[in-house]
């Protein structure tokens, strides 16, 4: 053996939101091996089998060094028997039955690629699997009646599989920033999701929108969404409306956890082109704000045309699908707006586990609320909330569970 494989690893915190999730970790095999459990579990809509392998899964990624030994982890949190098991046997054989078998299976995979369509959940793509449906194809050959959403999906199935890389995210980010500045002038625009966490890529884009002047923001989504829109930006979206304001069963506990902001989940058309120049633009220091280089505007019909046409000679492509989704805050809920958004997923459900279960408070995107005091906390940035939550601050690339 190498020296220092049997140092036992101190003990880390049960919570992921008590400690550094960094991107890059030292445990990838068997994090890969975990996610695989995970998401299985996660398309057969077992969410609490999947949450378990997750937390396992975060706290090897939380270590600061690679494992070789199971022995090494005694004294670890989060780890269940299954996990340990799945552990060992990765150790010690270099895979894992179960998640070779899982890997290989038919349903598996099936499931994966029909959720890999936009506007296709686990509940759906089940349905699907069972009439015999495995792939998009096997899709659109069935005939069956799609939706708006799933329609696009099936469209733009192979760019919306692509991942998004940082340059083009930043492309995008300055569409947007015109787009918002154009409209309502003095608004801002934040990138988050995985791009803040200092991702390289990610499945989407992810944009947090408002204004300092707090009632400024209303209405401010079907204005910039009409803005994409007239200047061909955009080959899909569906906006939904504030439902905070009409809710009536108090802003602390929204149904589930989806939150009540006014948002847009969207297909962009981005000019590859396009993206070139204003990435060159960025390194010049320069903003295209000011410019009058905007692409000439398109109709969805024309950019749909296109695509078809493209994807029977692919290689000369001059734009791309790109999944992005914005969201409009008020200013007063920024700051929780930025924390509930910025992810990972698993962060955000341990933070609210965390408030729940050791402070008796209830966290949202909007607000939280003190059970005990009987009253709602303000806060107006991150570090506050984690203050208030009695937590370490805990930085965006610090929050990859
Ligand atoms: P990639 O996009 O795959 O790179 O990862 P990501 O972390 O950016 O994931 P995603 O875009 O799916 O979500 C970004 C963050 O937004 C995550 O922290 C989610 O928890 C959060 N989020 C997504 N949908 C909702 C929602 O409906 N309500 C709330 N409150 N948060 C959401
Ligand atoms: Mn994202
Ligand atoms: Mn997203």
């Given at each position: 053996d190498e020296p220092g494989t049997e140092l036992a690893v101190v003990s880390l915190p049960s919570y992921a939101c008590q400690r550094h999730t960094p991107l890059l970790h030292h445990n990838t095999v068997l994090i890969d091996a975990l996610s695989i459990l995970a998401e299985n579990a996660e398309l057969s809509e077992n969410e609490g089998r999947g949450v378990a392998f997750r937390r396992a899964g975060a706290l090897l990624k939380s270590l600061p060094q690679e494992i070789r030994r199971v022995e090494q982890l005694r004294g670890q949190p989060c780890l269940g028997d299954?996990?340990?098991?799945?552990?060992?046997e990765v150790l010690e054989d270099g895979v894992c039955?179960?998640?070779?078998?899982?890997?290989?299976?038919?349903?598996f995979k099936a499931m994966k690629a029909l959720t890999g369509i936009f506007g296709v959940g686990a509940k759906t793509a089940d349905r699907w699997f069972r009439e015999g449906?495995?792939?998009?194809?096997?899709?659109?050959r069935s005939g069956h009646?799609?939706?708006r959403a799933q329609r696009a999906g099936v469209q733009y199935y192979d760019d919306l599989n692509q991942p998004v890389r940082k340059a083009e995210a930043d492309a995008i980010g300055l569409i947007v920033e015109k787009a918002v500045s154009e409209v309502l002038p003095g608004a801002k625009i934040t990138l988050i999701g995985g791009f803040r966490r200092?991702?390289?890529?990610?499945?989407d884009v992810d944009f947090l929108i408002t204004h300092p002047e707090e009632g400024r923001e209303e209405g401010l989504m079907a204005k910039v969404v009409s803005w994409l829109e007239a200047q061909g930006f955009l080959l899909y979206h569906k906006t939904t409306r504030n439902s905070y304001l009409e809710s009536k069963d108090g802003p602390a506990r929204p149904p589930s956890n989806m939150d009540r902001f006014e948002r847009c989940f969207s297909i962009f058309r981005l000019s590859t082109e396009n993206e070139r120049r204003i990435t060159q633009t960025i390194s010049a220091q320069s903003t295209l704000l000011h410019s009058r280089t905007e692409p000439s505007p398109q109709t969805n019909d024309q950019a749909r045309e296109e695509s078809s046409m493209l994807s029977q000679c692919s290689g000369s492509r001059s734009w791309m699908a790109v999944r992005v989704d914005m969201v409009v805050s008020p200013y007063s809920q920024f700051a929780f707006a930025l924390l509930g958004w910025t992810g990972s997923k698993l962060f955000e459900r341990e933070l609210r586990r965390w408030a729940v279960h050791e402070r008796a408070m209830t966290l949202s995107s909007h607000t939280?609320?003190?059970?005990?005091k009987r009253q709602y906390l303000r806060a107006n940035s991150e570090e506050e909330i984690f203050a208030l939550l009695g937590l370490e601050y805990i930085p965006p690339c610090g929050r990859n569970a």
């Open positions: 299954h996990s340990l098991r799945v552990i060992k039955c179960e998640v070779e078998t899982t890997k290989e299976s038919r349903q449906i495995h792939t998009p194809s096997d899709l659109q009646n799609l939706n200092g991702k390289e890529t990610g499945h939280l609320y003190d059970s005990t």
